[in-house]
T-cell receptor
Framework: AQSVTQLGSHVSVSEGALVLLRCNYSSSVPPYLFWYVQYPNQGLQLLLK??????LVKGINGFEAEFKKSETSFHLTKPSAHMSDAAEYFCAVSDRRSNDYKLSFGAGTTVTVRA | KAGVTQTPRYLIKTRGQQVTLSCSPISGHRSVSWYQQTPGQGLQFLFE???????NKGNFPGRFSGRQFSNSRSEMNVSTLELGDSALYLC?????????????FGPGTRLTVL
């Protein structure tokens, strides 16, 4: 079964500082990997997804993530945090063998941005 | 282009009742997936419908059911509500349901069971 672990339920960063959110997956076959953001009282918005050979994935709003098979990781980064980045972030996986959107989500990481 | 819409946005029910939630996908999208989000269990996949057929199912009891209409609109039903069913229910749509497409989420329906 596919699963993901997000290290750290809360992350606090200063405005302008690096944002680093950690995600590790557990799967015998490298899965498809996703990062979503959720703002209060809203649904999920896709930031980026890893589905092909390119291990460095660039997403929206300046976010990017790197797939590292040797570390079973897919950490999300943004060089310079904005106040608008305060939200909850979810890492998710789906089975590469089925190619569908039956997603398994991590527990989420809440990001707060200090002025 | 209109996004995914869910109705109602908020709902309060009592234990034992049943509830029906509605999801209208983006025009042209034929796949609709449903998720439950709770503080304790997080985000969990309920089921996915494509062209009126349930194509995928998560690990939920039979009290949770759904359907999809010919216009791709989907409904999910929860019968004999329990306190633990209080959650944000999210639906998402994509053209085919394959990860090569982008999946878009609606704002959710917040269900409170008293």
């Amino acid at each position: 079964a596919q699963s993901v672990t997000q290290l750290g339920s809360h992350v606090s960063v200063s405005e302008g500082a690096l944002v680093l959110l950690r995600c590790n997956y557990s799967s015998s076959v490298p899965p498809y990997l996703f990062w979503y953001v959720q703002y209060p009282n809203q649904g999920l918005q896709l930031l980026l997804k890893y589905t092909s050979a390119a291990t460095l994935v660039k997403g929206i709003n300046g976010f990017e993530a790197e797939f590292k098979k040797s570390e079973t990781s897919f950490h999300l980064t943004k060089p310079s945090a904005h106040m608008s980045d305060a939200a909850e972030y979810f890492c998710a996986v789906s089975d590469r063998r089925s190619n569908d959107y039956k997603l398994s989500f991590g527990a989420g990481t809440t990001v707060t941005v200090r002025a | 282009k209109a996004g995914v819409t869910q109705t109602p946005r908020y709902l309060i029910k009592t234990r034992g009742q049943q509830v029906t939630l509605s999801c209208s996908p983006i025009s042209g999208h034929r796949s609709v997936s449903w998720y439950q989000q709770t503080p304790g269990q997080g985000l969990q996949f309920l089921f996915e419908y494509f062209s009126e057929t349930q194509r995928n199912k998560g690990n939920f009891p039979g009290r949770f059911s759904g359907r999809q209409f010919s216009n791709s609109r989907s409904e999910m039903n929860v019968s004999t509500l329990e306190l633990g069913d209080s959650a944000l229910y999210l639906c998402a749509s994509s053209m085919t349901g394959w990860v090569t497409d982008t999946q878009y989420f609606g704002p959710g329906t917040r269900l409170t069971v008293l």
